[in-house]
């Protein structure tokens, strides 16, 4: 058995770096030097292709942390099987600053959302395994919550592999509907709830 302390120390680092090094693509070139402000703010423009991909980086990192700190166990030690599934877990999330790279500056390019989504996917997909690991997890709305936003996670990262194929800049933004994933997490709770 592993103290659970530790998991959740190492996890915070984990996910503070992560997204500490998103930001490092987005910077000006080394030699540039603008004459006026007119030609750093055109500089600061040419930059927005890389930002969509930092925010969105930035926003699926921050909720997949918060949602797993949401989830509550009364478990004080995980077992080896939790610790297998989140070594892959924080493994694909140190990945996320490099496919976040990648995609920010060849995203008009299908293989660039192909690695960025297929990384979120596979975030999505690992997230399940932990649920299902973790000993003595309260089902409550907050593991319902994490399942539904997780579900999106994973919907919308095969959505914008198959998107695309026809136009991957646009897929890049099917990607964006992780923002609404608490909303809607929250809609999807009364409805549920008023069935049983």
């Known amino acids: 058995m592993y103290p659970r302390a ?14 500490t090094l998103l930001v490092l693509d987005l910077r000006l ?19 927005m292709p890389k930002f969509l991909p930092y925010v ?3 926003v699926v990192l921050g909720l997949r942390w918060l949602s797993g700190v949401q989830v509550r166990t009364k478990a004080e030690a995980f077992g080896r099987g939790y610790f297998k599934w989140w070594l892959v877990y924080l493994l694909l999330i140190t990945c996320v600053p490099f496919t976040t790279i990648v995609v920010g500056r060849f995203a008009n390019l299908a293989p660039a959302i192909w690695l960025y989504a297929g990384n979120t996917a596979l975030l999505g997909v690992t997230a399940f395994g932990l649920l299902h690991h973790t000993p003595q997890i309260e089902r ?6 994490r399942q539904v936003s997780l579900a999106i996670l994973i919907a919308t990262s ?15 933004l099917v990607l964006a509907l992780n923002v609404v994933s608490p909303a809607l997490s929250r809609w ?6 008023a069935k049983t």
């Open 140 to 145: 409550d709305e907050l593991l319902r919550d």
């Open 6 to 19: 530790r998991f959740d120390a190492l996890s915070d680092a984990i996910f503070g770096v992560a997204m």
């Open 158 to 172: 095969l959505l914008a592999i198959a998107w695309s194929f026809y136009n991957p800049r646009q897929a890049l």
């Open 56 to 58: 969105l980086s930035f």
């Open 188 to 193: 999807i709770g009364p409805a549920s709830a």
């Open 29 to 47: 070139p080394e030699d540039f030097h603008p004459h006026d402000g007119e030609e750093l703010l055109h500089a600061i423009y040419e930059l």
